[in-house]
């Protein structure tokens, strides 16, 4: 099975590559649009920017690429967002796939507690589809974000954080989530396992 994760210079694509050795799985990063489309699964990682990552994606046009894959493909944080229809990080177009927009979390007034960025261990609540299979109700996954995707029709799973929000997306091949499967221990182990058994 070939897995190649998407290189467009985003932080975090170490930890995904450790994750995967873990999993016995040697994985390729790449920005050559035709090893990624050659993949049986594509990864979709990231931590950073948006505005100046869809730079990137741009300038290697796989803006255009990613959403003519049919194969499954993950995105995780970053590449989470940036698979939705816009964000307000930098005034970002992004790539369309879910109908949803990212925005910025605003702080509960006069909570000290709920700061930005949403930092640690969140339980995952309606959890649906087969990237949850044999997770438990009560599973807690790792998040590190100041933006996020409001709930909509393809919301797989979600949290809350000042408000309710999408911890995960799904439509057709494409799975995406908003927190770090790869720094979540067994939880986010078996999401990382569930996928590639897709």
Known sequence: MKIVLIDYRAGNVQSVLFALQRLGVEAV??????????????????????????????????????????????????????????????????LGIFEVDVLRFEPAPGDAFQKVPHMGWNTLQDMRGPLFEGLS??????????????????????????????????????????????????AGERIIQNFLQL
Not at 32 to 55: L, Q
Not at 64 to 75: A, E, H, N, Y
């Open 29 to 94: 990063l790449s920005h050559d649009a035709a090893e990624i489309a050659s993949a049986d699964k594509v990864i979709f990682p990231g931590v950073g920017e948006a505005s100046s990552a869809m730079k990137v994606l741009q300038s290697e046009r796989l803006d255009v690429l990613i959403p003519t894959l049919k194969q499954p493909v993950l995105g995780i944080c970053l590449g989470m967002q940036l698979l939705c229809r816009y964000s307000e990080e930098g005034n970002t177009a992004a």
């Open 137 to 186: 109700p009560d599973t807690a996954v790792y998040f590190v974000h100041s933006y996020y995707a409001g709930l909509c029709a393809d919301t797989s799973a979600q949290t809350t954080y000042n408000i309710p929000f999408s911890a995960a997306l799904c439509r057709d091949n494409f799975y995406a989530v908003q927190f770090h499967p790869e720094k979540s221990g067994a």
